[in-house]
C-alpha cells in the first residue's frame, strides 16, 4: 500500500490514549519538523508550534478544553497558533518575507502588490486577518496527524477549547500569537472505530 495512505488509514481521532506510554524526543522531533516544513499562503509562515508534555500544563488546560480527557491523558499536546499580525501587508516582515526570495528589487515589489491586491479583494471582505492566518495552521495540523500516525502514533485534533481560556493559562501574547487549533499526541487505549465517510463519488468530481 501507498505509504502516505497507509498512515492516512491508521489515523483516526483517538479519544482515549494511554496516559502511560509517551512519545520518544525524536519522534515528537520528526512530527515537528514536517510541521516546520509545511507550506502557507506566500510562504509566510506566520505560526508558532507550542509542544506541551508538561502533566501540571496539561492538567491545568483541560478545563478549556471542554474538559476532554484526551488532554490529559495524551503524552503530548501542541497548540498551534496563528500570527494574524504579521499577514498586514504594510508590515515589514512582508517585505521580508518577499526579499527573503532572492528576487529582484522590481520583482518582490511585485509580489507584495499581488499579496497586497489579493488579501484586500479576496480575504479582508471574507475573513479576519486571524482566520487567514489559522487556515494555514491547518495545513501544519494535517502533516502532524499523517507523520505521527506513518509512525504508529495516534492524534485527536482540538477545536472544542476556549481560546480566550487557552490563551491566559498559557500566558501566550494575544498581541503576536491567537490559537488557532490544538492537537493531542499518544499511544491509543482502544481499538479504532469503525471509518465512516460519505461514498467517494459524492465527495470527488473530476473534470476531464
Ligand atoms: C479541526 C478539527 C477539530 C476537531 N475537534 C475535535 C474535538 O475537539 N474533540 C474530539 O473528540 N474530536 C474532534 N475532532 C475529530 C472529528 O470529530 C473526527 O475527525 C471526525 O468525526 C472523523 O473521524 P476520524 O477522524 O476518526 O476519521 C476534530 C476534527 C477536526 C478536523
Redesign the pocket.
Known amino acids: 500500500m501507498n505509504p502516505v495512505i497507509k498512515a492516512i488509514n491508521f489515523?483516526?481521532?483517538?479519544?482515549q490514549f494511554d496516559p502511560e506510554k509517551k512519545i520518544e524526543k525524536a519522534a515528537m522531533d520528526l512530527i515537528m519538523k514536517a510541521a516546520h516544513l509545511s507550506p502557507s499562503s506566500f510562504g509566510l509562515e506566520a505560526w508558532r508550534f507550542m509542544v506541551i508534555s508538561s502533566d501540571d500544563v496539561k492538567k491545568r488546560l483541560r478545563p478549556f478544553?471542554?474538559d476532554?480527557p484526551?488532554i490529559t491523558q495524551a503524552s503530548h499536546v501542541i497548540v498551534l497558533m496563528a500570527k494574524p499580525g504579521l499577514t498586514v501587508p504594510s508590515n515589514k516582515y512582508v517585505t521580508q518575507n518577499f526579499k527573503r526570495r532572492g528576487l529582484s528589487d522590481e520583482l518582490t515589489k511585485a509580489y507584495i502588490e499581488k499579496y497586497k491586491n489579493h488579501m484586500e479583494t479576496e480575504v479582508y471582505p471574507r475573513m479576519t486577518s486571524y482566520a487567514w492566518a489559522s487556515k494555514q495552521c491547518?495545513i501544519a495540523?494535517a502533516n502532524i496527524m499523517t507523520t505521527a500516525a506513518s509512525e504508529e502514533i495516534d492524534t485527536?485534533?482540538?477545536?472544542?477549547?476556549e481560546k480566550d481560556g487557552v490563551e491566559k493559562i498559557l500566558n501566550i501574547d494575544t498581541n503576536l500569537y491567537e490559537v488557532s487549533?490544538?492537537v493531542a499526541l499518544g499511544y491509543r487505549a482502544k481499538e479504532?472505530?469503525e471509518?465512516?465517510?460519505f461514498p467517494f463519488d459524492n465527495i470527488v468530481e473530476y473534470i476531464v
Open positions: 489515523r483516526h481521532a483517538c479519544k478544553c471542554w476532554q484526551q491547518y495540523l485527536c485534533p482540538i477545536e472544542g477549547f487549533v490544538i479504532q472505530p471509518r465512516r465517510r
